[in-house]
């Protein structure tokens, strides 16, 4: 425990520039100019550790001063590491209830080029406005063996502190890149890959799609759906059918059952030719946290 006493490097004012650092890129909810976005409790930071992510200060809080004892091991001695007073710590983040367990890392910054491979599944964000939703639409991508998320304008930003903590980590692993939707158009056509709207009530069921080739399927967001224009440029415009007077459903649900249907598919063909489908997901059981 002296070990660790010894690291941490006790700060008590709020105007320490780290702290500053920390509170700045959590309102601003993206990255800072050096490339650094906010994180804040027990798991994400073991996230980040087991993703490999660079980390530029660690802080604690004096009421976490045992997690710290058990976190530090884990953590980079090129990183600085701070012991802050509770009342800073809640200064500087975010959210409600903290476990005082901050950090500011470095994600992988992809670009579409990533995305690409064998068959490659792409899913894309129009408009996701929510950062639940955004969140839980890259973990399910990364958990069904999808091969990035396309984030159009007007979708949350996916290094908000809400769409990291939603997505448990699969952001810092799963390439998510950013681009106007016509400059994605563009990209998909240019190599090959089958663009696929969805929607609430009308289009082809989704299990009569067929998702065992390259393609990208967009969601729309919240309340507006996917816009007319990308209606109008999709191949295809596939729906999940839903019992009942239920409107549509929520995004990040219907992501995770038109990812599922693609695993599926691309499952059974594989078991038919031999060889596994890109970013195979059936290794491992996908436990729920």
Do not use: W
């Amino acid at each position: 425990m002296n070990g660790s006493q010894d690291r941490l490097r006790q700060v008590s004012s709020k105007q320490n520039l780290l702290v500053k650092q920390l509170r700045h890129a959590f309102t601003q909810a993206e990255l800072t100019e050096d490339g650094y976005c906010a994180i804040e409790g027990t798991r994400m930071l073991e996230e980040a550790i087991r993703s490999g992510l660079r980390m530029k200060a660690v802080f604690f809080s004096r009421s976490a001063q045992e997690r710290a004892n058990r976190l530090l091991p884990q953590i980079s001695s090129h990183a600085e590491t701070l012991l802050l007073p509770d009342e800073v710590f809640r200064s500087a983040v975010n959210t409600g209830t903290p476990q005082g367990v901050a950090a500011l890392v470095k994600p992988t910054v992809f670009d579409f080029q990533d995305m690409l491979g064998p068959q490659p599944l792409i899913l894309g964000a129009a408009g996701i406005q929510d950062p639940g939703n955004l969140g839980t639409m890259i973990r399910s991508a990364e958990a069904m063996g999808a091969s990035g998320v396309l984030a159009t304008e007007g979708t949350v930003h996916c290094f908000n502190p809400k769409v990291i903590r939603a997505s448990a980590g699969s952001l810092f692993r799963l390439p998510v890149v950013r681009l106007p939707v016509q400059d994605a158009l563009e990209k998909l056509r240019a190599h090959g890959i089958a663009i696929l709207a969805t929607s609430s009530h009308k289009g082809t069921p989704i299990y009569k799609a067929d998702l065992t080739g390259p393609c990208a399927v967009f969601i729309g967001g919240e309340g507006a759906g996917i816009s007319k224009d990308l209606i109008a440029a999709a191949d295809e415009v596939v729906a999940i059918p839903h019992a009942g007077k239920a409107e549509s459903l929520n995004a990040g649900v219907a992501a995770a059952i038109i990812l599922y249907e693609a695993a599926r598919q691309r499952r059974t063909a594989s078991a038919e030719t031999g060889i596994a489908p890109a970013g195979d997901s059936s290794a491992g059981e996908v436990a729920p946290q």
